[in-house]
Nanobody, 124 residues
């Protein structure tokens, strides 16, 4: 069974940067479409970014486009989410997810495995 672990969250000032990592110890993430989702208290979970298992295509929510970048490092069996120009509205628990047969990166119900999440807080 695939186990995912997120790391890299923390407290950052508006305009700052963080890099989140999604890692798997026993399985190869390159076989899976990987999505990043976030959820703030009292709000619905929303898709942030995704990277395709088939061709490496990347996708971003409009709210983070031009600020966030998703990438793979196959040598480290990890997927990263580089977050720049962070805003208070980015505050949330960020989770990575893996899916083997995704047709829509932004549909959380299409993912098979989830990490436990890492807290990102953007505040002055």
């Amino acid at each position: 069974q695939l186990q995912l672990v997120e790391s890299g969250g923390g407290l950052v000032q508006p305009g700052g940067s963080l890099r989140l990592s999604c890692a798997a110890s026993e399985f190869t993430l390159d076989y899976y479409t990987i999505g990043w989702f976030r959820q703030a208290p009292g709000k619905e979970r929303e898709g942030v970014s995704g990277i395709s298992r088939r061709d490496g295509s990347t996708y971003y929510a409009d709210s983070v486009k031009a600020r966030f970048t998703i990438s793979r490092d196959n040598a480290k069996n990890a997927v990263y989410l580089q977050m720049n120009s962070l805003k208070p509205e980015d505050t949330a628990v960020y989770s990575c997810a893996a899916g083997s047969r995704n047709t829509n990166w932004n549909d959380p119900f299409e993912y098979d495995y989830w990490g436990q999440g890492t807290q990102v807080t953007v505040s002055s």
